[in-house]
């Protein structure tokens, strides 16, 4: 009975790691004024957990629990190193561990309080910091991405992301910068850097860059309940266009893989299965913000995902609209991953061999020759137009170039329904 409740125990804690650590996290950093102690704190908290609650029972309040046995932790290292420490800074240390004390009362008895995520976030993303840091910094921090994966975003090394993590933690502690969400002006200054990272943050849940794990559900529900949080805080509008596109896309989800686990594009997917609600929710938010006439770039992608929502076969898609606003979203945003997206909506509206044509000119483009997916686009091209060999090259490099599990198993179908 006892292994069993040391298993049950375990998983409890697991699942609660999976899903709440971020949160423990946030709040010992706002309590403990310190990013290294609140992740020692976070550590010992769990440690504390994994040898309790299989003898004491999960406690009502998990997160509670682990908020107030971090603190104590906290506490009682703040304490010991006091003792190696002189006579002033040991009450340094002291004033130091009653203000903890405070805060710790404070966040059990507040019944209105701001998510502390949305705090660290906007702490992570201060105009103080570079963009990149911005990022990086909150992606490991509030979202507990490893460094290989925040690197695979920026397509550069564990190393260098590693590097700017450090130094930003070193700006905010030495500049003191407040943990807090800004009011006003700075509000709105720093939302755009804040809406980037939750996109970034909700396109490593939606799918995941590499692995057998096709999807995180958990980076996905955060990122729209961060999104909602901004909401209350700002009128701003492209804030909506940003939790549409998040809804639309994941409105989609349960079809995107079949019972095998095997990847569905578009065309393949049973819209029966499309979650309505998110849809019509989203569709409201981007007519929403295009009638304001201030939004950006997030809206523009959402309106894209809403004709897609609104076409009840694949074969009924207005491609002219699509194309119409890949055009208003390369004034807005232009990028190379956005003309190829354009390129395949100009391939559906005036044939593939338009298409090909305009995806072999983007891949003269170096930043795209190392993208799988440019790669792939072709090859469905050339597979469409009956230029096998040539399919059969491009798949081969957008294989080679692949990481997800999943795209990997489809690129490798193609390739050998192509021998067929």
């Known amino acids: 009975m006892r292994l069993a409740n040391e298993k049950s125990s375990q998983y409890i804690i697991d699942e609660i790691y999976r899903r709440d650590s971020r949160r423990v996290f946030a709040t010992l950093i706002r309590l403990l004024g310190s990013f290294d102690l609140a992740e020692e704190a976070l550590h010992e908290a769990f ?21 107030s046995t971090g603190r104590f932790k906290a506490i009682d290292q703040i304490r010991r190193d006091a003792r190696f ?5 040991s009450d340094e240390s002291e004033r130091h561990f009653e203000n903890i004390a405070d805060e710790s009362v404070a966040w059990h008895e507040r019944a209105e309080i701001v998510d502390d995520r949305l705090r660290l976030i906007f702490t992570c993303c201060h105009p103080a910091l570079a963009v990149d840091a911005q990022i990086a910094l909150t992606l490991r921090e509030v979202c507990g991405l490893t460094t290989e994966q925040i690197a695979r975003a920026y397509l550069t090394t564990a190393p260098t992301i590693a590097q700017r993590i450090v130094r930003a933690k070193a700006k905010i502690r030495d500049a003191k910068i407040p943990y807090e969400v800004p009011e006003g002006d700075a509000l709105r200054e720093r939302l755009q850097s804040v809406l980037r990272v939750v996109y970034l943050v909700y396109n490593e849940g939606y799918l995941v860059t590499s692995g057998s794990i096709a999807q995180e559900n958990n980076l996905v529900s955060e990122s729209i309940y961060v999104c909602r949080l901004l909401i209350e805080l700002s009128q701003l509008q492209e804030i909506k266009g940003l939790l549409a596109l998040m809804l639309l896309q994941e409105s989609r989800r349960d079809t995107r893989f079949d019972a095998n686990g095997e990847l ?15 849809i019509e929710e989203g569709i409201a938010l981007v007519r929403a913000a295009l009638v304001s006439r201030e939004f950006g770039a997030y809206t523009v992608q959402a309106a894209i995902a809403a004709v897609h929502a609104e076409a009840s076969r694949y074969e009924d898609t207005d491609w002219p609209q699509i194309v ?32 090909l044509a305009l995806v072999d000119e983007l891949l003269k483009d170096t930043a795209l020759q190392n993208y ?14 009956g230029r096998v060999a040539e399919a ?3 798949y081969d490099s957008a294989l080679a170039l692949a990481r997800q599990d999943a795209e990997r198993r489809f690129l490798s179908r193609r390739l050998a329904e192509l021998g067929k």
Do not use: T
Not at 85 to 89: D, G, K, Q, T
Not at 264 to 278: H, V
């Open 372 to 385: 799988h997916l440019a790669h792939a686009v072709r090859a469905d091209f050339c597979r469409r137009l």
């Open 392 to 394: 059969r090259a491009s």
């Open 264 to 278: 569905c594009l578009l065309d393949a997917q049973d819209r029966s299965r499309w979650d309505r609600k998110m």
């Open 47 to 67: 440690r504390a957990a994994v040898e309790q609650w299989p003898q004491s029972g999960v406690p009502e309040n998990p997160v509670a629990w682990l908020v």
């Open 85 to 89: 420490e002189s006579v002033n800074a």
């Open 324 to 355: 119409a606003l890949y055009d208003v979203l390369m004034r807005i945003e232009p990028s190379p991953v956005v003309a190829l997206n354009r390129a395949v909506g100009v391939a559906m509206r005036d044939g593939f061999d338009v298409g």
